[in-house]
C-alpha cells in the first residue's frame, strides 16, 4: 500500500510542473525519481530563456540534508538541512540557452564543450546531499529580471566536474531570484579568442538595458605572442570591444583583473605572473570610466593569508588515489576546487561591494567579508558532486 502511495505522489509531482507564458501553459512530465546515487537529476526540456525554479525540500518520512545546484554545476544551495516533517523552500532564476546565434550562425564550440550542460537542450537540475529531499518543483518564465553575464576563462567558467570549480559557479548561491547569472566563460578563452568564437555576439542577442557585463581575462591572452598582441594591443582592443558594445545595449560593464596564480616566493610573497596586463586592465578602466574589480589584488592577499602551504587547500592540490582514476598527484596551480571557488566568489562580492553596485540589493543575505582572514578551509562544508573528471580543464 505505501507503494502505490508513494507512485501515486510522484505522479502528482510530475503533472504539477507548469511552464507559464504569456501565449500558452504547457505542462511537462518529469521523473523525480533519485538515481543510484541518491540523487535527483532533472532534465527539463526547454526553450533558451529564464526560468525561475521553486523548490521544496523536506519530507514527512525522514530529515534530509540537500545541495541544489543547475546547468553545469552552478550552485543554488551549498546545504539545506531539514528535520522529518520539516520543509523549506528554495527559489532561484536560472538562464537556459542555446549556441545558436541566428539562422546562419553558432557559438564555436570547442570539443569538450559539446556535452556540457550549459549547452544541451534542457534545463538541468542536480538535488544530492547526504540524504536529498525534493517534495515540490515549479518553474516559470521568470520575466524581466536583470541578467549578469559573466565572460572569461577556467577560472570564471562553470566546471561540469569535481574536484574543479570556479567563483562564476558559486557567485549564483548569494543572490535570490531576482536577478540571474548568465556564464558564458570557458576554459582556455582570452578575450580576443571569446569574441572570435561568437560568445560576445551571443550574449548582445539576448542582452537588455540594466544587464551586467562582467569581464575577467588575462592568464590566456598573456600567452599569445606576434605582431599585434600585448596587453596594451589586442588585450586592450578586446576589452574595449566589451565595453563599447555592452554600453551599446545599455548595459553596465565592469572589468575585472585575473585572479593570480599560487606562486610564492622564498619570501612567502605571491610573484607577479601576468605580466602588465592587470595594469593594462586598471588603464582601460580609468580611460573609459568603467568600474573595476580588482581580483588580481584581493587574490593576493587571500593566497598570502592562506599561507604557502595552506593555500594548496585552495586549489586543485590532491595526492594520488584521491578520486576515481587518479593514479598520479594533482598539484595546479592556476584551477581552484570549491572551496577556494568560494572564497573567491565572495572577493568579487567585495568588489561589488565597494563599487555599490545597485545588484547588491539581491543579496540573499549582507556578506561580511575581508580575503585577509578567509574562511577556515578545515571546517569548509562542501557536499561534492557525483560526477568527477581528473582532466586539467584548459588554460593555466
Known amino acids: 500500500m505505501f507503494a502505490l502511495i508513494k507512485k501515486l505522489a510522484c505522479l502528482v509531482f510530475l503533472l504539477a510542473i507548469t511552464f507559464a507564458t504569456e501565449a500558452q501553459r504547457l505542462n511537462v512530465a518529469v521523473d ?14 526547454l526553450p533558451e530563456g529564464l526560468y525561475r525554479v521553486r523548490l521544496a525540500l523536506g519530507s514527512d518520512q525522514s530529515s534530509g540534508h540537500t545541495v541544489v545546484r543547475a546547468e553545469s554545476r552552478r550552485l543554488y544551495a551549498k546545504e ?9 523552500e528554495l527559489s532561484f532564476t536560472v538562464h537556459r540557452r542555446s549556441p545558436i546565434i541566428s539562422a546562419q550562425e553558432k557559438v564555436r564550440l570547442k570539443p569538450r564543450e559539446v556535452s556540457k550542460l550549459n549547452w544541451d537542450e534542457f534545463l538541468n537540475l542536480e538535488i544530492s546531499g547526504q540524504e536529498a529531499q525534493l517534495s515540490k518543483l515549479s518553474i516559470e518564465v521568470a520575466g524581466e529580471v536583470p541578467v ?16 574543479w570549480a570556479s567563483w562564476g559557479q558559486m557567485i549564483t548561491v548569494f543572490f535570490d531570484d531576482r536577478i540571474c547569472f548568465a556564464n558564458y566563460a570557458e576554459s582556455g578563452e582570452a578575450a580576443n579568442s571569446f569574441i572570435a568564437a ?7 542577442t539576448q542582452i537588455k538595458p540594466g544587464d551586467y557585463v562582467l569581464v575577467e581575462f588575462g592568464h590566456n591572452d598573456q600567452k599569445q605572442k606576434g605582431e599585434g598582441k600585448g596587453a596594451y594591443l589586442s588585450y586592450w582592443n578586446s576589452l574595449t570591444e566589451f565595453i563599447d558594445q555592452a554600453r551599446e545595449k545599455e548595459a553596465i560593464p ?11 616566493g622564498e619570501d612567502g610573497r605571491i610573484v607577479d605572473t601576468h605580466e602588465d596586463y592587470p595594469q593594462a586592465m586598471r588603464d582601460l578602466a ?9 581580483l588580481h589584488q584581493m587574490t593576493r592577499v587571500l593566497y598570502e593569508a592562506l599561507g604557502t602551504e595552506g593555500s594548496k587547500k585552495a586549489f586543485v592540490h590532491y595526492p594520488a588515489g584521491t578520486f576515481p582514476g587518479q593514479d598520479k598527484a594533482l598539484a595546479d596551480n592556476t584551477h581552484f576546487n570549491s572551496y577556494g571557488a568560494y572564497q573567491i566568489a565572495k572577493c568579487v562580492i567585495v568588489g561589488m561591494k565597494e563599487l555599490n ?14 580575503p585577509a582572514f ?23
Open 254 to 264: 565592469i572589468l575585472i583583473t585575473p585572479t593570480q596564480r599560487r606562486s610564492f
Open 374 to 396: 578567509p574562511d577556515n578551509p578545515d571546517s569548509f562544508n562542501w557536499w561534492p558532486s557525483p560526477y568527477v573528471d581528473i582532466q586539467k580543464p584548459e588554460g593555466n
Open 286 to 294: 580609468r580611460d573609459k570610466q568603467v568600474p573595476l574589480i580588482d
Open 80 to 88: 539545506i538541512v531539514t528535520e522529518k516533517g520539516q520543509f523549506k
Open 198 to 204: 561568437g560568445r560576445l555576439k551571443k550574449i548582445m
Open 357 to 370: 553596485l545597485p545588484l547588491l540589493e539581491f543579496l540573499r543575505e549582507d556578506l561580511i567579508y575581508d
Open 148 to 163: 549578469v553575464y559573466l565572460c572569461g576563462n577556467s577560472t570564471v567558467v562553470d566546471q561540469d566536474n569535481e574536484p
Open 32 to 45: 523525480l525519481q533519485k538515481d543510484d546515487s541518491g540523487v535527483f537529476n532533472l532534465k527539463i526540456p
